[in-house]
């Protein structure tokens, strides 16, 4: 009885499950961004090259889903290695204007490569259909924790120990000799290749491909998982993307007025929890206040004490 429950269970919320998972990958992809202090809301553009550069492939080449990926990854990572040499000279609200910018190109090209090249390619606004459906859920439990090996590997190393420092303060880090244009560079070539592996994931799970799928509304909803979660830890990213993407499905009762609920859950923890759910810092403190009686008030003194 439990077994069929269970299976029932795993049934309704499989697909559920595995666009959390690519919401993991691509909170990732911005935590390392925002973990050297850098704001780029770039991820949604290098998902859409990576997205179409290995369905492409996959419809016109027949290629398998391993060479797919790393085809699609280091397209992304190219551009972004391409893009991060001029852009990254910038940072707060100038770079994520910068690169939400790079996010509207990148959409705009896939929209209207068709007509320059005179033959169907990207499909134009009707995007690519009928990809083979490759993404299996073990793919995507196999990426995710690969990237988490990384993630654990770099806080434990002294790429991870310059990353910390360069987004405390960059100029402390600089005359540190940190450097930190060649480590704010690695950050951002690390997120598009993330990034772009996620696009290809997600074009072959849902046998489908538009450019409007990575517009602006897209780069916010990657972001809203680091900051949901919180960005001081890799954890933090994967709490945000799954509690973001079952929400909606464990309150479809309420139909059009789940992006409600979504809205103040964020509004809350970003109130109550700046630096998101996963907040080291706070959940120790708490630990050691847990059982903790509290404190007596302090004793009042008499303005008028005696010399």
Known sequence: MLTQFLTDIWLVYRSVFEFALIGSALGLSIYITLR?????????????????????????????????VLAGALAAGVIGLLLGLPVLRLSGVYLAIATIGFGEVVRVFMLNIDNLAGRTITG?????????????????????????????RIDRSRTGRAFDAIRQDHHVAASMGINVVQYRNLAFVL???????????????????????YGFNGAVRILTFAILGGYLIWLGPIVGAFILTFLP?????????????????LILAIIYLPRGLVDPTFWRKVWRQRGKPPSPPPLETSSEAAP
């Open 191 to 213: 997120s598009a290749l993330i990034a772009g592996a996620a696009g290809v994931f997600s074009a072959h799970l849902t046998y489908f491909v538009s450019p409007n799928e």
């Open 249 to 265: 499905e464990l309150l479809r009762f309420l139909g059009p007025y789940r992006p409600i609920v979504n809205g103040v859950v």
């Open 36 to 68: 050297t202090g850098l704001l780029s809301l770039a991820s949604a553009g290098f998902m859409s090259i990576g997205a179409y550069v290995g369905a492409l492939l996959t419809i016109h080449l027949h290629t398998p889903l391993l060479v797919s």
């Open 124 to 152: 134009g606004a009707l995007g690519l259909n009928n990809i083979p459906r490759k993404t299996e859920t073990w793919h995507l439990v196999l990426f995710v924790g690969l990237l988490i090996y990384l993630f654990v």
